[in-house]
């Protein structure tokens, strides 16, 4: 028997682990509400990104300890663009399944998909015991702002990838939200619409995209509560990433689509300073600060979990929520 370190676990000359009783896995939404059961607070969940290679997996696997810890309600797993990393991704989400505490959802988009191809891709999550599934239309592989053109025997839009997996199963479903909107969509109108249809069509939550103003979030949720009161009680959960270095800000940018307010890159360039080298130490500290008193106001609004981007590192993350008093805490009640 040997000792993978990276992985907090026995490996690799065990017998295989048998799958869960996916009958049992609870669903984000239970999960929320167990959290906040034993906890008496808001929960929080983390996403992961699916590692390029065994460095960045064993880097993965180090944060992924580090959380189990901190009993998120859920962890997530994005899905490359067009799935040049599937096998990967399926592999370590189903271990997440199998081998840890947590309760993973895994990103599922139609880019570069048949409706073939992403019912298998179902099948094959199904068999490493995740039921819960984040369901996108993806961008365009290369340039996300670029056209979107939708594989000829695949999808067009999220919703219809909604209804093919509710129908494929008992699988829980969460789509994507946008407090400022999706960059395609004409207006904000346009683009509650759509979500509400997502709701509809079966979907449990949603998470947002990634934002740096709490009014932003605070105004989707008005929008979707004058639209579609009965969608509207369904979990829109906020998504936050803190700023570590300006070139997070790059990252940051680029993920949401948008340059971050005004207000928010001020604070973040003077504490870089004026000198030849930003001070990182302050950038950091600025970050992680604008993070947690954006979280802290979600809290104070009722938002019904913290999720957070963290591109496969937890120092961040544990930082902001242990500003909070989030800490390592008893296990919840009961899965
Ligand atoms: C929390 C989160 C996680 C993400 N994870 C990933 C990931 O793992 N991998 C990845 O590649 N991308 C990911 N993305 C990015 C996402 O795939 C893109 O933002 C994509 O462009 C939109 O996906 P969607 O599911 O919202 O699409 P849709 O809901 O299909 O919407 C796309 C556009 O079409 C409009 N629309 C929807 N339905 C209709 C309709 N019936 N008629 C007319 N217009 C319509 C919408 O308003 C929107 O403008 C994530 C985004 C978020 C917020």
């Not at 969608?231 to 570590?244: C, D, G, N, S, Y």
Request: glycine share 8%.
């Amino acid at each position: 028997m040997t000792f993978d370190y990276d992985r907090g676990r026995t490996a690799p000359d065990r017998p295989a682990p048998t799958p869960p009783d996916v009958s049992r896995t609870p669903s984000v939404v239970q999960s929320l509400r167990t959290h906040a059961g034993a906890g008496g607070g808001v929960p929080f969940s983390v996403e992961f990104n699916p590692p390029r290679d065994a460095a960045g997996e064993a880097r993965l696997w180090r944060a992924v300890r580090e959380f189990e810890r901190m009993h998120p309600a859920f962890v997530s797993m994005t899905y490359g663009a067009g799935g040049s990393t599937k096998d990967r991704t399926v592999r370590i989400t189903g271990e997440l399944a199998q081998e840890t505490t947590l309760l993973p959802v895994a990103h599922l988009t139609a880019v570069g998909h048949s409706v073939a191809e992403l019912r298998s891709l179902v099948g094959s999550y199904a068999d490493s015991g995740i039921r819960n599934l984040l369901v996108l239309r993806g961008d365009p592989p290369g340039d996300p702002l670029g056209e979107w053109t939708k594989h000829p025997e695949g999808v067009e839009y999220a919703e219809e990838l909604v209804r093919i997996v509710r129908d494929l199963g008992d699988f829980h479903v969460g789509v994507a939200s946008f407090p400022q909107g999706h960059h395609r969509s004409p207006d904000l109108d346009h683009d509650t619409r759509y979500l509400a249809a997502k709701l509809r069509a079966g979907a449990e939550y949603s998470i947002t995209q990634m934002f740096f103003d709490v009014e932003h979030y605070l105004r989707l949720r008005d929008r979707m509560a004058a639209l579609d009161p009965v969608e509207a009680t369904k979990p829109i959960i906020p998504e936050l990433m803190p700023i570590t270095s300006l070139r997070t800000v790059t990252r940051a940018e680029e993920l949401c689509g948008r340059p971050l307010p005004a207000a928010v890159m001020a604070r973040l360039r003077a504490a870089a300073g004026d000198g030849p080298e930003e001070d990182k130490a302050a950038v950091r500290a600025e970050g992680i600060e604008i993070a947690t008193e954006m979280a802290q106001r979600l809290i104070d609004e009722g938002a019904p979990c913290l999720h957070f981007i963290t591109l496969n590192f937890a120092k961040a993350t544990s930082e902001v929520l242990t500003n909070l008093g989030y800490g390592v805490t008893a296990a919840p009640l009961s899965a």
